[in-house]
């Protein structure tokens, strides 16, 4: 029902901005009470929880990541976007959108999409 697709660039510099969009298909980014998210996984490691954007606008991000990141939406096109600033090789991961249900832990999000490869590299 709800699909979700990453998409941007794959390849981005070190200290450049990474860009992704997610669009979401079936549903609405402000319908409550969901909240919609953004988790990486790098080469050889588990995933990482980095952020969220709730249905009324609120953003919520991890500590780790919050002076860098940046999630914004775009409820006329059902999207949602992540900027991750001054990027480092050890950005480079999968990168995935997903459905948060109501306040859960990335581990409870419900629905994903295919994730974007994006490689940080001169």
């Known amino acids: 029902q709800v699909q979700l697709q990453e998409s941007g660039p794959g390849l981005v510099k070190p200290s450049q901005t990474l860009s992704l969009t997610c669009t979401v298909s079936?549903?609405?980014?402000?319908?409550?009470?969901?909240?919609w998210g953004w988790i990486r996984q790098p080469p050889g490691k588990g995933l990482e929880w980095m952020g969220v954007?709730?249905?009324?606008?609120?953003?919520y991000y991890s500590p780790s990541l919050k002076s860098r990141a940046s999630i914004t939406r775009d409820p006329s096109k059902d999207q949602f976007s992540l900027q991750l600033s001054s990027v480092t090789p050890e950005d480079t991961a999968v990168y995935y959108c997903?459905?948060?249900?109501?306040?859960?832990?990335?581990?409870?999000?419900?629905?994903w999409g295919q994730g974007a490869q994006v490689t940080v590299s001169s």
């Open positions: 997903a459905r948060d249900p109501g306040d859960r832990s990335w581990e409870r999000y419900d629905y």
């Open positions: 079936g549903g609405s980014i402000t319908t409550s009470d969901y909240a």
């Open positions: 954007i709730t249905y009324y606008g609120s953003t």
